[in-house]
């Protein structure tokens, strides 16, 4: 059975945080509707987000103690985030 393809479906994957799924899911309908606005917008939004990495707020970490720190807390980050 093929997979549903709806909008509904797609903005319920960007607020899980799926957003690979809600770009999957924007793409087949851009192609289904190529003159949709808003579906290219989304494309475009989750292009960029797919794409992108974070931005970097400090310097450079040199340390392997402050590697560990900065992974530490991005695995906190990432535990909490699952928790919500």
Known sequence: MD???T???AEIYLQQGHFQE???I???LAEKDPRNAEIKHRLKQLSEKLTLSPP???PPLRS???K???LEGWLANIHKRRRE
Request: aromatic share 14%; net charge positive; glycine share 0%.
């Open 3 to 5: 997979r549903i393809v």
């Open 7 to 9: 909008k509904t479906l």
């Open 22 to 24: 809600a770009y999957e």
């Open 26 to 28: 924007f793409k087949a």
């Open 56 to 58: 970097l707020t400090h």
């Open 64 to 66: 392997k103690k402050e």
């Open 68 to 70: 560990i720190r900065f």
